[in-house]
């Protein structure tokens, strides 16, 4: 009892001397996250070719989505529900087009393609609030804020805290699709 005592007083003493210095997170990052707020704001503005999304379960909570398919030509097609596990092809970047991820780039023999589960714990809330937008046959270019990427965490050098991110999909198939009533 007396060490976890020690070690949470040990962990507020340098939580408290880290918030005296000034070195914390958001603070080492207040460029950067005021330039990703002001980009994504100008991104927003430019109604022409980006729709606002707007996450079901928070108000507050958009991303940009842009489709590059004629929708009217999908809007028949199966849409992902919450739980769904679908197949998607992406490219993701950050604003400035910096490449982190792609799942063109997986070697399994003749498929590029990622399977995942919408409401995963692992996917980030930005593709939660996209993917049910989508209808199978879809490509959409997905602008996702830090706030429902990956927020205030440093992920790799590429994506430090408060990057907005940028994805290129495609939703190929929804994976043993079958609606439960």
Known sequence: MRKILLYITAMLAGVALNAC??????????????????WFELQRSNTKFYTTVTA???????ILM???????????????L?????DVKYRGMTKDATPFDSSYLNTSPG?????TQISAPNLIEGWQVALPRMHVGDSCRIVIPYRLAYGSYEISDIIKPYTNLVFDVKLVSIYAYEVRE
């Open 21 to 38: 210095l000034g070195n914390s997170v958001e603070d080492k990052y207040k460029t950067w996250r005021e330039a990703n707020d002001e």
């Open 56 to 62: 079901p379960w928070d108000a507050n909570a958009h």
């Open 66 to 80: 842009h489709w590059y398919n004629d929708t009217m030509l999908t809007r028949h097609n199966k849409r992902p």
């Open 82 to 86: 919450f739980t769904s596990t679908v």
């Open 111 to 115: 498929d590029s393609l990622m399977r």
